[in-house]
């Protein structure tokens, strides 16, 4: 079982920051893959950005150039930085884990943004 922590969402007016935090139970190493999924309210969850365990990254075209995903080994974390939020950003982020094979989710975090 791997528990996951998240940090970091809240209220940020358009063209701000945040950066969200996903504290791991388990060395990230034995990760397959760690990332960052949303949903927003009447859709989907989606893929935001993921990073695996060789370190290669991808990220939803609607983010791409705004957000950035990064490993923080010695937290056993990995963090999204996001900027120049857009409303259309507004969404619960949960962070997951590919621990061999199986996927964990964290409790989520709300992000959004409105003026």
């Known amino acids: 079982q791997v528990q996951l922590v998240e940090s970091g969402g809240g209220l940020v007016q358009p063209g701000g920051s945040l950066r969200l935090s996903c504290a791991a139970s388990?060395?990230?190493?034995?990760?397959?893959?760690m990332g960052w999924y949303r949903q927003a309210p009447g859709k989907q969850r989606e893929l935001v950005a993921a990073i695996r365990r060789i370190g290669s990254s991808i990220y939803a075209d609607s983010v791409q150039g705004r957000f950035t995903i990064s490993r923080d080994n010695f937290k056993n974390a990995v963090d999204l930085q996001m900027n120049s939020l857009e409303p259309e950003d507004t969404a619960v982020y949960y962070c997951?884990?590919?621990?061999?094979?199986?996927?964990?989710w964290g409790q989520g975090t709300q992000v959004t943004v409105s003026t």
């Open positions: 388990t060395s990230i190493f034995s990760f397959n893959e």
């Open positions: 997951h884990v590919d621990y061999r094979g199986t996927i964990f």
